[in-house]
């Protein structure tokens, strides 16, 4: 067991060192780092003062030393536009699209369930077919046009729900969250669901699948000759074995969801990491966009470290293999 | 006793000659009546892509015909050239339906373009994992396994953040998103047809390895990479989309269907749903025709469905 996390430490080490290889390979040696780390409106003596500071008058292996450097101090550069360092700047949007990530995950979960049980328990009624012609579409719509779509009949049509913003925010264990409030709630409903889709489809095709797998097994049968009502077997036996694989698999898309939220922030200007990252790739923000990448690939790299330490802890067959090979 | 066999073999090798491979591959597939219609979508999308020029009513790039007079028509409304614009007309007064035609085909030109050479470069190394083995097949897998643990988006992104906009730039990204799935595929297949007998036979005929590869090896991977090729193309359109919505993709000259989608957005919330709802019905069009083939080809190619 530890031999195996200590060699998926090692492999995630490596690749973070690939990756700030790459980062800087992109910004220092392909760009033009001055024109991507110092603010274009500073004046001559400014510029200077900067490229000492960041020691661009240095050799290139003494840059890439004091790039790790500063970025291990946790220095990852200043904003242009707001004056503040990047990485404050990131942290200060996750809460938000924590949450909405969190929400959606969970939305998928709770509704995905139930409708891939029902379509897997029957499978050719019209409820069931519908379900499955709705997780396809679910899966080949593009998001960021089913968003606009739910703008346009939720806000525009109907003007029942707000098209955009984040809304009032209540204080909730020192973070600011929303979904305490009515209003907040309102203001997070469609963007979840919309972020939300498509990992509903996924849930109902798991837990459809596995469904359709437990219901002919024989402790099933066995449940059944015992007697037991059909909602006991429902909700009890084939719920809790279907379970583990859908939870598995959500874990294990969670850092696709929050990938996914640079779309759904962006159609429903919902204040997020997202959001900020496509605002400062308009505005040119470099130091925000270096950082955004490197805080977003070290979470990345995290969550897949968490989720392979996790399986393995579940699922002994994938440790002995990783050791063996 | 050889002359008898023949004559006894005769009508039954007649009747194989007239079934040919592509024959029954056609047959089969058309045995699914949404399968067609697929094919109809993606022969109609393909036609609409290259003969834009020619089948749109206006061109909408031509500064000289387009008139900020006749911007934001509802549908149907007659533009001040005389021509009606049957899907109205955008922010700049464009007519929507020749905009689409000429957004189809830059959206499918970038997702074809991307997924050919992508499905080259995935071949390529795929083939090279399966074939050679050891240390080349482990570090190829780690890079594609590594890089199929982001989604696509992030790395689309982290390119694009650091390459820049344009058409070239997005051509690239989608590339580089796309070639794992092909190399993973073609590797998979590769593995499982390298240790056959007619490979055994052409390494005991000395035929040189890239003669093995490609003259061998290569013709019978190519019933799953045919279908992931079709996935793709439909992924990377939807993908190419979403990058050109969020502003990060292709540049305002040359507007794909997301970039018309993004520009119709700004009018939503006054109503104006034309701009944004008509490029967004052709580009789910587009990607369900695709898909449609593609999950056809998957059933029919897939030898275990095989009757």
Redesign the interface.
Known sequence: MSVFIIRRLLQSIVVIWVMSLLVFGGVYLIGDPIDMLINPEADQEDIEAAIRALGLDKPIHEQYWYFLANALKGDLGKSFIFSEPALQLILARAPATMELAIVASLMSIMLGIPLGMWAGLKPNSIAGKSIMTGSILGFSLPSFWVGILFIMLFAVMLGVLPAGGRGPTTEFLGLQVSFLSAKGLSHILLPAVNLALFKLSLVIRLSRAGTQEVIHQDYIKFARAKGLSERRIILVHVLKNILIPVVTVIGLEFGSVIAFAVVTETVFAWPGMGKLIIESIDQLDRPVIVAYLMIIVFMFIVINLLVDILYSILDPRVRLQDIRA | MSVAMNEGSAPGAAAVRDETPLRRFISDFCESKIAIAGVLGVLLIAIIAIFAPWLSPTNPYDLATVDIMDSRLSPGKQMMSGVTAFLGTDGMGRDMLSAMFYGLRISLGVGVASGFVALCIGVCVGLAAAYFGGRVDMLIMRVVD?QL???A??IA??L???LGKGVDKIVIALIVVQWAYFARTVRATAMVERHKEYIEAATCLALSHRRIVFRHLLPNCLPPLIVVGTVQV?SAI?LE??LS????GLPVTEPSLGLL?SNG?EY??S?K?WI??YP?LA??FT??SI?LVGDRLRDVLNPRLQR
């Open positions: 590594l643990s982001f989604p988006i992030l992104l982290i694009l953040a650091t439909a939807a989309a979403t919505f969020l502003g990060i989608i957005f939503m919330l109503g749903y944004s709802i967004g580009l789910l990607i369900v898909n």
